[in-house]
């Protein structure tokens, strides 16, 4: 894996930077993937060891990962880290040329960074405010995001983070049609967080109910898995199966009706230890 890191995607908020992690040399670069670090919106970094075991998982397979920091609480506030999230897609998009990143380009984060990634999804005027749509982008890994308020944003409104709320800091808040009309994987543990499955669930059908087409949107469950336990390399089977799903997605390495199949063999080494 080859890295430039450090690279300041927003200078009038100088500690806003990102890390474009390429392909080894003689590996053809495939697509580009925007990422977001987990951490509910107060810790995390983009360059912490399990984004970094990430990204040389992924850059063995053709993707070309970029992993943007963001604002965090206490220093943040809604929705400071989505307009952050916002300027670092447009950094993206527009840097293809001068970065060498494949136009095909993915935007997606784990937990809080699925969050992130949903909000720029599916509330419009955060990417419009850039010069941006969701339909720029060739599609979405939403992996364990909140589509509902997210916990930490109603805590520090006084809220009891436990409630299920869809205002305008959920990004289910935004569903009001079939957009954007782009493959879309969401990825939750088998034993998430109480009520993140299901809160998934019901975005997918919400967006169902709006039109969008079922066969280009997957709900994918991490066999045995806790709350983005799979994204520890540590976690040997879980890590393998989890990069191998995800650079299929994000390379196009079958066909989108062959995805399920694909990503049911990646999932069976896991399986079979549950079982075992």
Same mark, same amino acid.
């Given at each position: 894996?080859?890295?430039? +890191?450090?690279?300041?995607?927003?200078?009038?908020?100088?500690?806003?930077?990102?890390?474009?992690?390429?392909?080894?040399?003689?590996?053809?670069?495939?697509?580009?993937?925007?990422?977001?670090?987990?951490?509910?919106?107060?810790?995390?970094?983009?360059?912490?060891?399990?984004?970094?075991?990430?990204?040389?998982?992924?850059?063995?397979?053709?993707?070309?990962?970029?992993?943007?920091?963001?604002?965090?609480?206490?220093?943040?506030?809604?929705?400071?880290?989505?307009?952050?999230?916002?300027?670092?897609?447009?950094?993206?998009?527009?840097? +293809?040329?001068?970065?060498?990143?494949?136009?095909?380009?993915?935007?997606?984060?784990?937990?809080?960074?699925?969050?992130?990634?949903?909000?720029?999804?599916?509330?419009?005027?955060?990417?419009?405010?850039?010069?941006?749509?969701?339909?720029?982008?060739?599609?979405?890994?939403?992996?364990?995001?909140?589509?509902?308020?997210?916990?930490?944003?109603?805590?520090?409104?006084?809220?009891?983070?436990?409630?299920?709320?869809?205002?305008?800091?959920?990004?289910?808040?935004?569903?009001?049609?079939?957009?954007?009309?782009?493959?879309?994987?969401?990825?939750?543990?088998?034993?998430?967080?109480?009520?993140?499955?299901?809160?998934?669930?019901?975005?997918?059908?919400?967006?169902?109910?709006?039109?969008?087409?079922?066969?280009?949107?997957?709900?994918?469950?991490?066999?045995?898995?806790?709350?983005?336990?799979?994204?520890?390399?540590?976690?040997?089977?879980?890590?393998?199966?989890?990069?191998?799903?995800?650079?299929?997605?994000?390379?196009?390495?079958?066909?989108?009706?062959?995805?399920?199949?694909?990503?049911?063999?990646?999932?069976?080494?896991?399986?079979?230890?549950?079982?075992?």
């Amino acid at each position: 894996m080859n890295s430039k +890191r450090g690279i300041v995607y927003a200078p009038e908020h100088g500690s806003l930077r990102l890390d474009v992690h390429y392909p080894p040399a003689g590996r053809q670069a495939l697509s580009t993937y925007l990422y977001f670090h987990s951490g509910g919106l107060t810790m995390g970094a983009r360059d912490e060891p399990a984004i970094i075991a990430l990204a040389e998982a992924l850059t063995a397979r053709g993707v070309v990962m970029i992993s943007a920091g963001y604002r965090l609480y206490p220093q943040a506030a809604f929705p400071d880290y989505v307009r952050d999230a916002a300027r670092a897609a447009a950094w993206v998009m527009a840097n +293809r040329k001068a970065y060498a990143l494949p136009g095909k380009v993915f935007l997606g984060g784990s937990s809080a960074g699925g969050y992130l990634s949903m909000m720029l999804c599916f509330a419009r005027q955060y990417l419009s405010e850039v010069g941006l749509s969701p339909e720029d982008f060739s599609g979405f890994l939403l992996d364990a995001g909140q589509p509902t308020t997210h916990f930490e944003v109603m805590a520090r409104r006084g809220d009891d983070p436990r409630r299920v709320m869809v205002d305008d800091a959920a990004p289910l808040y935004y569903v009001r049609d079939a957009g954007p009309r782009r493959p879309m994987l969401l990825i939750c543990a088998e034993r998430d967080i109480p009520g993140r499955v299901a809160q998934n669930r019901l975005l997918l059908h919400t967006l169902e109910a709006f039109g969008a087409d079922p066969s280009q949107m997957w709900l994918l469950f991490m066999p045995g898995c806790e709350h983005v336990c799979y994204l520890n390399p540590e976690n040997q089977l879980a890590f393998a199966a989890y990069t191998g799903v995800c650079a299929s997605f994000l390379t196009g390495e079958c066909e989108a009706d062959a995805y399920e199949t694909t990503w049911d063999s990646a999932l069976a080494p896991l399986r079979t230890t549950m079982t075992t």
